[in-house]
């Protein structure tokens, strides 16, 4: 079946710095993705839509230039935290919708800014 | 208006025997589709099941069948002969039309206890 893989699965980073993470598609093209975010025992925020080609569209209350998404393929979307502080420390999951019903989920990446 | 309610934040069952996990939807498009997830420690989502709104027959796959009452606008999750292994958060979904946004409750935790 698709798969979609994520990667880092974890990272721990300082405050102040920027993580990039990954998002594949690894047997389907994917002119669409999304990008979650979920906190402990808490439901999956849709944070932003990438799309291939084109700016990204956030959810409100998102801020744009904090979560910078690019979708430079059809298999690949990266989300970057920028200047990370503890309070982006979450669980960060991308999913991608190949043909047919459902959408395929990353790994997700448990991101942690100490 | 919430898209999909789980009114159950935890549920017991005990080993071998049935349980059902409650999902309500709301959506005035006629063309939808419905999914449920598991989600276990890892973080990884798990798709377990499909309905879609024009199916006129209960989804089923292997131990798990969807419960889908369309006047009720309910889509239950009933996994049968419960395992260790399916203890988790279980998550439903919606997708509306031909969209690619997933709408996701706030999930069940399931524990299986022996």
């Known amino acids: 079946g698709a798969v979609v893989s994520q990667h880092p699965s974890r990272v721990i980073c300082k405050s102040g710095t920027s993580v990039k993470i990954e998002c594949r598609s690894l047997?389907?093209?994917?002119?669409?993705m999304f990008w979650y975010r979920q906190f402990p025992k808490q439901s999956l925020m849709l944070m932003a839509t990438s799309n291939e080609g084109s700016k990204a569209t956030y959810e409100q209350g998102v801020e744009k230039d904090k979560f910078l998404i690019n979708h430079a393929s059809l298999t690949l979307s990266t989300l970057t935290v920028t200047s990370a502080h503890p309070e982006d420390s979450s669980f960060y999951i991308c999913?991608?919708?190949?043909?047919?019903?459902?959408?395929?989920f990353g790994q997700g990446t448990r991101l942690t800014v100490v | 208006a919430q898209k999909i309610t789980q009114t159950q934040p935890g549920m017991f069952v005990q080993e071998k025997e049935a349980v059902t996990l409650d999902c309500t939807y709301d959506?005035?498009?006629?063309?939808?589709?419905l999914f449920w997830y598991k989600q276990p420690s890892s973080g990884e989502m798990i798709f377990l099941i499909y309905?879609?709104?024009?199916?006129?027959q209960n989804a089923t796959e292997g131990r798990y069948s969807l419960n889908f009452q369309k006047a009720r606008k309910s889509a239950n999750l009933v996994i049968s002969a419960s395992q260790l292994g399916d203890s988790a958060m279980y998550f439903c979904?919606?997708?509306?039309?031909?969209?690619?946004?997933?709408?996701f409750g706030t999930g069940t935790s399931l524990t299986v206890i022996p």
């Open positions: 979904a919606m997708r509306e039309g031909a969209g690619n946004q997933f709408y």
């Open positions: 959506t005035s498009d006629p063309s939808y589709g």
């Open positions: 999913s991608a919708r190949a043909r047919g019903h459902q959408a395929f």
């Open positions: 047997d389907f093209q994917a002119t669409t």
């Open positions: 309905q879609g709104s024009y199916d006129q």
